[in-house]
């Protein structure tokens, strides 16, 4: 098979590093890659957005299958668009429709689709310019801290916890007014869980699904999770406290509801579900939908999948994913992510990237790198993933940090608390 994966992160590489081991590829392409995909396959400059381009990739090169790694080309509606073009439409490609993908591009329409399905979640009230003094009496019948979601697409900046009611009330306002652009322009109100995240992971073909190992990611850019948010500093996988009684609570209250509520809400959905929950005293409760991998999830969770991954993710476009089942290594995998100095708010480009060839022991995953002058360089926020496996977590981070350590580029930063908590 000839396999085009879309996007350029640590995600896309961890994906296509998996899928270069299956013996039904063919080639394969990134559209448009980074530095360390340009080992596993061919990378093509362009913008993964751009549906007309897409297209000529797909025929120019008889790709089979298209995996869409972001969530704003589902949000946009590429799925929609391949099985409405009569050159595309017998194409497999991994990814919801349109009006799935709103399940991750509209946290009101999330919020909605877990009250029908009675799926356990947070009270919320969704608030826009019409209704902003029933948010502020919302506001004031919960109590602190006050979280805030802004409704549309806000590139994991837009939530908001808050502790004091008048500065959750003027923020509430600003989002409404722009202060996250369109995306805030209806905030999402919820209640305050107060217990321990971690993420679970399927794949679905609609009707059957394969559940994929869980992870515990690491949002804020410091040490003993203070600081800004991030789009992820480093994972954990498996998570120590969702054992197995918590998982089939889960498997039962969550994901079975979430596969139901598709195709009783005619919802098309080939590809991958992420589900952000909370562990409330042995509880699962949802706090958000991705229609995609996480990223650095991914990172961990791919590395311990045993499957021929292109061989369920072909079953998962071909809706014969009843047919398989998943192998799962026990061991943890670990993940830290080193980062440009300054994010998450600005940083410099085009730092050199050297080390690489001195590591040993852990999968190297390119996340923000390109190239320059034939050197790598870094060209994102997040740079790079350091993967390690081992059968206990420790052993699997003390590799991790170790390579972390001789990966070099300038103000290079990550955290060296990863999975300490869990400890």
Sequence with gaps: MNVLILGSGGREHALGWKIAQSKKLNQLFFAPGNAGTHHLGQNIELNPENFEDVKQTVLNQNINLVIVGPEAPLVEGIVDFFKTDSDLKSIGIIGPSKLGATLEGSKDFAKAFMQKHNIPTAGYLSVNKNNLDEGFSFLESVKAPYVLKADGLAAGKGVLIIDNIEEAKSELKSMIDGKFGEASSTVVIEEFLDGIELSVFVLTDGSSYLRLPEAKDYKRIGEGDVGLNTGGMGAISPVPFADKEFLQKVEDRIIKPTIDGFNTDNIDYKGFVFIGLMNIDGEPFVIEYNVRM???????????????????????????????????NPQYATTVMLVSGGYPESYEKNKIITGF???????????????????????????????????????ALKISFKNAEIIQFDKKNYRKDIGLDLQ
């Excluded at 961990?300 to 809706?319: F, H, K, Y």
Aim: aromatic share 2%.
């Design 357 to 395: 060839n001195n590591c040993t022991g852990s999968e190297i995953f390119h996340a923000g790198t390109g190239f320059l002058n034939n050197e790598v360089v870094t060209k994102g926020g997040r740079v790079i993933a350091v993967t390690s496996i081992a059968n206990k977590m420790n052993d």
């Design 294 to 328: 996480g990223d650095p999830e991914t990172e961990v969770v791919i590395p311990r999948i045993e499957n021929d991954l292109l061989d369920i993710l072909e079953a998962t476009a071909n809706g014969t994913l009843d047919q398989k089942t998943i192998q799962i």
